[in-house]
């Protein structure tokens, strides 16, 4: 992605997203461009709804009623669809923005990207992988969730940090080959490998901005706040195969450790 802020409409399915992260939404859009167009689609008459009344006013949403003409079905889906393919030809949003887990929106994001415009979905990691990987990023709801921070007892941290001193009085200083297991998923870690492999140049080193790049092209929905790092580099900073170089021009360098 490149640093340039775009225009963007979000389009919120009030039938499957949650009105509790309608904050964190906002602000993880705002990373991307500027919310010029902010829609939220469902059936105003249904209690299901009434969480998201007092947000509409506060977020500056502007709400669409679509009744459910059928038991156990909306016409959500489709009003969605039909007013993005407007919003899409009057050419006033350089990207889009999809709330919802639904895949019925799979077709919505591929004809949106065919248009060379950015298009990002938000959703439960339930998401089936269609939707996700026809977005340029996809963020999971549960990486947007706000943490509750505990604060570990003053007992139960002494207990640590005796056991870490027990830890290394006993650790063999002999020679070994070192031996390293990442606490990536091997989903992710694939990812990671391709990534750096066509980021690097000929001295095996990539910028990360690069590598974050390549990264989410070949899956759109890898976020280093899944494995609760804030940011790419801090994750890279983790890994036992590779190493952060940070230099005086303020962009990371990732080049490969020597492993012995």
């Given at each position: 992605?490149?640093?340039?802020?775009?225009?963007?409409?979000?389009?919120?399915?009030?039938?499957?997203?949650?009105?509790?992260?309608?904050?964190?939404?906002?602000?993880?859009?705002?990373?991307?461009?500027?919310?010029?167009?902010?829609?939220?689609?469902?059936?105003?008459?249904?209690?299901?709804?009434?969480?998201?009344?007092?947000?509409?006013?506060?977020?500056?949403?502007?709400?669409?009623?679509?009744?459910?003409?059928t038991?156990?079905?909306?016409?959500?889906?489709?009003?969605?669809?039909?007013?993005?393919?407007?919003?899409?030809?009057g050419?006033?949003?350089?990207?889009?923005?999809?709330?919802?887990?639904d895949?019925?929106?799979?077709?919505?994001?591929?004809?949106?990207?065919?248009?060379?415009?950015?298009?990002?979905?938000?959703?439960e990691?339930?998401?089936?992988?269609?939707?996700?990987?026809?977005?340029?990023i996809?963020?999971?709801?549960?990486?947007?969730?706000?943490?509750?921070?505990?604060?570990?007892?003053?007992?139960?941290?002494?207990?640590?940090?005796?056991?870490?001193?027990?830890?290394?009085?006993?650790?063999?200083?002999?020679?070994?080959?070192?031996?390293?297991?990442?606490?990536?998923?091997?989903?992710?870690?694939?990812?990671?490998?391709?990534?750096?492999?066509?980021?690097?140049?000929?001295?095996?080193?990539a910028?990360?901005?690069?590598?974050?790049?390549?990264?989410?092209?070949?899956?759109?929905?890898?976020?280093?706040?899944?494995?609760?790092?804030?940011?790419?580099?801090?994750?890279?900073?983790?890994?036992?195969?590779?190493?952060?170089?940070?230099?005086e021009?303020?962009?990371?360098?990732?080049?490969?450790?020597?492993?012995?």
């Amino acid at each position: 992605m490149s640093d340039k802020k775009f225009n963007i409409a979000i389009l919120i399915d009030g039938d499957n997203a949650q009105a509790k992260l309608l904050k964190e939404t906002i602000e993880e859009v705002s990373k991307y461009g500027k919310a010029t167009i902010r829609r939220i689609y469902g059936d105003w008459t249904s209690q299901s709804m009434n969480s998201w009344k007092d947000l509409v006013n506060l977020y500056s949403i502007n709400p669409i009623q679509k009744f459910s003409y059928t038991s156990g079905k909306n016409s959500t889906d489709g009003a969605m669809i039909i007013d993005a393919m407007d919003i899409l030809h009057g050419k006033s949003v350089e990207g889009f923005c999809i709330v919802s887990s639904d895949s019925d929106y799979t077709g919505l994001a591929k004809r949106i990207r065919e248009e060379g415009l950015f298009v990002m979905g938000i959703g439960e990691k339930k998401t089936p992988e269609s939707f996700v990987k026809s977005c340029d990023i996809f963020t999971y709801t549960e990486n947007i969730t706000p943490k509750i921070k505990k604060e570990p007892k003053a007992e139960n941290q002494k207990i640590k940090e005796n056991k870490t001193k027990d830890t290394v009085k006993k650790q063999d200083t002999s020679p070994k080959i070192q031996e390293f297991q990442s606490f990536l998923s091997r989903k992710d870690e694939e990812t990671i490998s391709k990534a750096f492999e066509i980021s690097a140049n000929e001295n095996d080193i990539a910028f990360i901005s690069t590598l974050g790049t390549n990264i989410r092209k070949i899956d759109p929905s890898f976020d280093s706040r899944t494995y609760g790092y804030s940011t790419l580099s801090k994750l890279f900073d983790d890994l036992p195969h590779f190493e952060v170089v940070r230099n005086e021009t303020n962009h990371p360098l990732v080049k490969k450790k020597q492993l012995l």
